[in-house]
């Protein structure tokens, strides 16, 4: 997903959620503020990284948030990760660390990118969206998808 379709989606769902207190919102509505600052500061990504970016032992540095609903995540999953809806992120952000990178990813990256962005709205800056999500992310070659890149660069053999 790109930066501007995450935003424009982000945007649209903050707005659909927050309509009723925007809609009598004036300067000093605290959301607001903190959207308007969020979306000031935020580097170029968004906070996504992809899958290649990430060395194998790596993965092990990163808490890892998987957003999908219990039967996607009881299905199928990567290794390690902790299922926790993305509805629920600021509801349960107090499980979530700080003092640590934290991936979030769900099917395709559409909804976790909504919960790395509320995240980020509330003051986590550890946080980053697998882009492309679990589909992206198994197609890539998993955990061994920087390897498998560099062997289709033919860096490696």
């Keep these: 997903m790109s930066f501007s379709r995450f935003l424009i989606h982000a945007a649209t769902v903050v707005t659909l959620l927050l309509a009723p207190t925007l809609a009598s919102a004036d300067e000093n509505n605290e959301a607001i503020k903190a959207m308007e600052e969020y979306l000031t500061f935020v580097d170029y990504g968004g906070g996504t990284i992809s899958a290649e970016q990430i060395p194998k ?64 709205v509330v003051g986590y800056e550890n946080v980053r969206i697998i882009q492309g999500g679990f589909a992206d992310w198994k197609t890539k070659g998993g955990f061994d998808a920087t390897e498998k890149a560099a062997r289709a660069r033919g860096e490696v053999k």
Excluded at 57 to 73: G, L, P, T
Excluded at 111 to 120: D, E, I, N, V, Y
């Design 57 to 120: 032992d790596d993965w092990k540095r990163f808490y890892v948030i998987d957003a999908r609903d219990k039967e996607q995540f009881d299905k199928e999953h990567i290794p390690g990760a902790v299922n926790l809806e993305w509805r629920q992120v600021l509801e349960k952000r107090a499980s979530i660390p700080k003092d640590k990178p934290v991936l979030i990813y769900c099917n395709t990256g559409s909804l976790s990118a909504q919960a790395g962005f509320a995240l980020r």
